[in-house]
C-alpha cells in the first residue's frame, strides 16, 4: 500500500487522495479507502435516521410518501458521507437530490444534518472552483427563495423560510469556505517557513565553503613560503656532502622554521578570533611589507641562483584598499613562492602600477621568472597557489592570468599577472622606486626592471 498523502494536498490532483489522511494510491485504476471518519459519520446519520423514525419524529406533516419511504433519503444521504472527501462533488450533488426527494415524504433530520455536512465537505475538500461556486450559489438561492415566498406568501412568516435554507445551505458553505481559508493559509505559512530555512541552510552551507576556502587561502600563503624553503634547503643539506653549505642550508631552514611557526600562530589567532590581548593576529599585511618579503625570497634562493627585482609604481603616499592589497600582497607571496620552487636561475621581477581604466583605477601586480628546466633540488607543487590567486582576484572583480610567455628578447618566462580594481581616478603622485634583492638579500637601486612585454589578457 501506498502511505497515506497530507491533508494539505488538492483534491484534483489525478489519481490521489488527499485531506483528512486518507490511504491512496497514486496508481491508476485502483480503489481508494474511504476516511474512518467519514465511515462513522454515515453510520452515525444512518443510525439515527432509524431511530428518528422508530420513534416518530418527522419534520412534516404526511406527505405523497409516507411511512418507512422516510429511510431512502436518509440511506441515500448516509450512502454519500464516505465520499464527502474523495468524491465531493458527486456526494453534493446526489446528495442534493436526496434532499428534495425528502421533501416528498415526512421529512428526517438526519437528513438535513448530513446534508449540510455534505456542503461543508464539498467546500473544504473540493476543488478551488468549487470553493468558489458552492457559497455563490448557496447564498443566491437563499435570498431567491426568501424574495419568492415573501412575495407568494405576503407574510413576515416567510422570512423563517428563508432563515432555514440559509442555516441548511449558505451557513455550511460559507463556514467550510472560512475553514479553507484558514487551511491554505497555514500550509503557505508552513511552506514559506520551509522555504526560508531551506534559503537559510544554501546560505549557511556557502557562507561555510567561502570560509573555508579563505582560510585554505590563507593558510597556504602564509605557510607554503617557508615551508618551500625548508623544502629546497634540506634537500640541498642531504644532497651536497660539504659541511658549510649544510651549515647554511640549515640555518635558512631555522629561520623559516620560526618565521613559519609564527605565521600558523598568527592565523590560528585569527580563527579564533580572539577577543582580547594582542591584536596582532588580526593584522593583514600590506604593500608596504613587500621589502621585507623581496629580502626573505632573496635569501631563501640564493642558493638556486635566483635575484629577486621590485618596481614599485605606487603612487607615493597612496593607501589602496585594504581587500586589494591583501590580495596583492597575496599575489606576490605566492609567486615569489612558485618562483622559489620552479624557477630557473636568473631574475624574478615584481611589478606593481595603478594605471587608469574607463574612467577608474586597476592596480597591476605582475611577477615574472624565467621559464625552463633548473639544476639543484626543486619542492613539488599541487597548483593550489594559482587556484588560490585566482579566487582572490575573482572575489574583488579583477583579471588574473598564469602561464608561460615569450619576451622581448626571446626567453621563455613564466607571467603571472592580476589587475585589480581600486577606485575612481585620482592622483598619481610620484612614481615609485626599483629595488633589487640578490644572493646576498636586499641590494642597491638598479634602475627600473620593468619588462616590455605585455600579455594579453581578458576578462
Partial sequence: MYPPL????????????????????????????????????????????????????????PRLWNGAWVLVPVVVMAAMEPLRRTAPATALAVGTLALVADQFTRGSVATVVMFTDLVYAAVLYGTPAAARRVPRVTGLLTIAATVGFLAWFRTADALLIGIALGVVGFTPAATGALVR??????????????????????????????????????????????????????????????????????????????????EMRRLIGILRDSGGGDPEPAAAPSLRALDSLLAQAGTNGAASGLEFVLDDGLPGGRALPAPVELAAYRIVQESLTNALKHASPGRVFVGLAVEPVDGAEELTVTVESLYGDRPGPRAPGSGAGLVGMRERVALLDGVFAAGPVTDGGGRRIWRVRARVPVGTTGTTGTTGTTRITGTAGLLGAAGSARNAGKVREGR
Fill in 181 to 262: 481559508n484558514h487551511r491554505d493559509a497555514a500550509e503557505t505559512a508552513r511552506l514559506r517557513t520551509r522555504q526560508v530555512a531551506l534559503l537559510a541552510e544554501i546560505d549557511r552551507s556557502q557562507a561555510v565553503t567561502a570560509e573555508r576556502a579563505r582560510m585554505a587561502r590563507e593558510l597556504h600563503d602564509m605557510v607554503a613560503n617557508h615551508l618551500s624553503a625548508i623544502a629546497i634547503h634540506s634537500t640541498a643539506a642531504l644532497s651536497l656532502d660539504d659541511a658549510r653549505t649544510t651549515r647554511d642550508a640549515l640555518t635558512v631552514i631555522r629561520e623559516n622554521s620560526v618565521e613559519g611557526l609564527a
Fill in 6 to 61: 497530507p491533508r494539505h494536498a488538492d483534491a484534483t490532483t489525478p489519481h490521489a487522495v488527499f485531506h483528512g489522511g486518507m490511504t491512496a494510491s497514486l496508481r491508476p485504476g485502483r480503489a481508494v479507502r474511504p476516511h474512518r471518519d467519514d465511515v462513522l459519520i454515515a453510520s452515525a446519520g444512518l443510525l439515527g435516521g432509524v431511530v428518528l423514525w422508530a420513534a416518530g419524529v418527522h419534520t412534516q406533516g
